[in-house]
């Protein structure tokens, strides 16, 4: 019983290495195509990393206009502010509100 457990995973192995080398000869016939292959993949995957790159530097671009757009409305509101401040200010009649004003907005 023994030996014929022992032949039968020789045999089995005899028929994986056959195949294996059946595969690999196979491959070295045409490793032309092989390489094809890998180069084909290669660039698909270069693509797909430059398309997404495309999309995301495209988004950055919208995030950038949308923050320009904000700060340009902040720095109005600000000078709104700063205007109708100053002539609040200049309305005292002991102008000591107005110049407190100017002196911290540096003016």
Known sequence: MSSSSSVRPNAAG???SKKKLTFFANAMKRKDSFIQLFAMTGILLLSMKSLGQKYRIHGLQEDTHDLREE???LTDRM???KT????EASQ???GL???RLRS???E
């Open 71 to 73: 700060h340009d409305s």
């Open 104 to 106: 911290l907005f540096n």
């Open 14 to 16: 005899a028929v994986d």
């Open 92 to 94: 005292d009649s002991t």
């Open 97 to 99: 509100f107005a110049s």
């Open 79 to 81: 000078k709104n502010i």
């Open 84 to 87: 109708s401040l100053l002539h």
